[in-house]
């Protein structure tokens, strides 16, 4: 399942950042892999069952009738939840409030038989069993106009313990500071299957490792993503990936409170380019003086995508990035209070803008990734994403524009692009599964 409500800019850039994350966590280098473990037996089996747990999430994905019915209409009026709020065959839960409405959707997701199948039922209990996930959609009004979405997802991912997450970056970050043919031949030869699964959508066009005076070593990637390789067995999804992904531009940039850049990914033309600079497997600012990296940094986001006749979405928009360590947990919490420039259709013109300023006002934007330790030994892969929205005319504007684009994505593409991500994973553990002390 994927978190509601979510624009077609959300799709698109969570496409984007995940194909990234998966290049960086799944298919970096040999030492990333063995670094999922203190030991070559244990490092396989952590990294076998995180990745076989994403490989059963996208596994001929099947939903019982009131959850399919459920995420289509919640996607339909995402930014127009007065629709929403009295649907009584929507919810899993629903309680009156002295604003009006508290409404829940929760569902138990798994694997039955050579299915992963989404359930909508109350009460669903955290995940104990390796790639069983628990989803939960809360919408509450608080407001005439306003309505408060939170979602969470809790997927179980094996035994690796949360912190393993920062031996697995070091690691990664250490094996790009050598030479860039070096780089190139380590993910080749470790990783052959996850390499050639990952290149039917993305592809390393270049490498480049500039080792600095102080031993530093600035790294840039160039990595084309394209729907042309994926035509012969996943159609659907390669127009998918050609009409809404190609054309869509993102910029992602972490700086300190300094203004100096500590990390940039920026898609355009097809092309993402990712620039990092990092010493014994620690990232420094791009520029200037090694320093240890602040666990708060500023984020800064551009995403706009074509959709139908308009290129829409955002620029400057500015929020704090934190980095989470504690005993249980390791992960990444982004807190948008800013409003950024929006970029929509001249026709919006008319139509009051104050609506748009809404979600980024008293709490914000959130949006959270990380491993937390669940129960029974298991750990979770959580996603958590809060935002409160006014309806008006410009939010059901834009939320009819997503919703083009969910519906042409719901169906053969959603079906094709699991499809992909599964075969990927399974490609992943079989190269682990060769991988050898030396």
Known sequence: MRQLPRTTAQRLATLLVTAGATVLLLGGCRAAALAYGPDIASAKANADALAAAIEARFTNVARNPKFSAARMRIARYAFAPSKLGSDTSLWTSMRTTRAGADLDLEIQAGLSGAQYVFTARPGVPMPVRTGDSRHLIELEQLGESDWAWRTRVDHAVGAMPPNRADDIFRALFLSSERSAAAVRADYHAALPRTTAALGRLLTIDS???????????????????SGDR?????????????????????????????GSDWFDAEARNQLLTVRFRSHDGQLQPLLGSARRMPDTLQIHVDALAKISFFTVGVTNMQGEFVHTK?????????????????????????LLRSPLRRPFEGKGVLFTLGFRMGPEGQTLLTREFDVTVRESAIMRFIGNLGFTAMSDYAGKVEEEESRFISESMAAFRADVAALTAK
């Open 230 to 258: 994926l035509k012969r067995g996943f159609p659907a999804f390669a127009k998918y990936i050609s009409k809404y992904v190609e054309p869509a531009r993102y910029r992602y940039r972490l700086t300190d409170r300094s």
């Open 326 to 350: 504690t005993a249980r947990e390791r992960g990444w919490a982004m807190h948008f209070t800013k409003d950024p420039e929006w970029h929509l259709p001249l026709i919006t013109e008319r």
């Open 207 to 225: 490498i480049a490792t500039a080792p600095q005076g102080d031993g530093s070593t600035l790294v840039t990637l160039q990595i084309t993503v």
